[in-house]
């Protein structure tokens, strides 16, 4: 158990809707990180926030935003949903500052668009 | 080309084999080297964290990167079938940019 908790664990929803993913990211890291999973692109980094403000973007779509909040706990929020969204979802959580900043991934939330 | 190829196997060997696994990676500004090991719709828990060219061991896993050839390595000795699993390279830039690149995972099956 790496101590960061992510909900849902399972999602179906439909295309054009919108859902929120939640994590809560380990005791004392103050930097999360949001990545997706998908088979044909493998892992691939979203959005990092340090301690509640945006610190680095990758290749995250205009349909998808993310915040984090004052108790450290990081909200994905995609909307306009289409199938090939469908994807695991994965938040991880590092103390975010120093060369060493290892990060320990939650279990993630698997989002199924139908 | 991408930044970081990794073979996606499947690789399947029988209890008690060395298995190498290999990343090859385009960025000359990685410093930092990692390896996930991720099991069947779990998480990717973090195996081994190394910086920059050399070699570190933990247990039965040795982790080796080459930063001058562009390559790293990770050697799991004696496998187990517990070890049965996608293993996935990641590696990031140094000072304050902690964005992981990954590749996209070798399947590793260990056989009893």
């Known amino acids: 158990d790496s101590g960061v908790t992510q909900t849902p664990k399972h999602l179906i929803t439909a295309t054009g809707q919108r859902v929120t993913l939640r994590c809560s990211p380990r005791?004392?890291?103050?930097?999360v990180y949001w990545y997706q999973q998908s088979l044909d692109q493998g892992l691939q980094f979203l959005i990092q926030?340090?301690?509640?403000?945006?610190?680095a973007k990758g290749n995250i779509l205009e349909r998808f935003s993310a915040q984090q909040f004052p108790d450290l706990h990081s909200e994905l929020n995609l909307s306009s949903l289409e199938l090939g969204d469908s994807a695991l979802y994965f938040c991880?959580?590092?103390?975010?500052?120093?060369?060493?900043?290892?990060?320990?991934f939650g279990p993630g939330t698997r989002l199924t668009v139908l | 080309q991408k930044e970081v190829e990794q073979d996606p196997g499947p690789l399947s060997v029988p209890e008690g084999a060395i298995v190498s696994l290999n990343c090859t990676y385009s960025?000359?500004?990685?410093?930092?080297f990692m390896w996930y090991r991720q099991y069947s719709r779990k998480g990717p828990e973090l195996l081994m964290y190394?910086?920059?060219?050399g070699n570190k061991e933990d247990g039965r896993f040795t982790a080796q990167v080459d930063k001058s050839s562009k390559y790293i390595s990770l050697f799991i000795r004696d496998s187990q079938p517990s070890d049965s699993a996608t293993y996935l390279c990641?590696?990031?830039?140094?000072?304050?940019?902690?964005?992981?690149?990954f590749g996209k995972g070798t399947l590793l099956t260990v056989n009893p």
């Open positions: 991880a959580s590092s103390v975010g500052a120093g060369e060493a900043n290892e990060q320990f």
């Open positions: 005791s004392g890291d103050l930097s």
């Open positions: 926030y340090y301690n509640g403000e945006e610190r």
């Open positions: 960025n000359s500004a990685f410093q930092y």
């Open positions: 190394t910086y920059s060219s």
């Open positions: 990641a590696m990031r830039r140094g000072g304050s940019n902690y964005k992981l690149t």
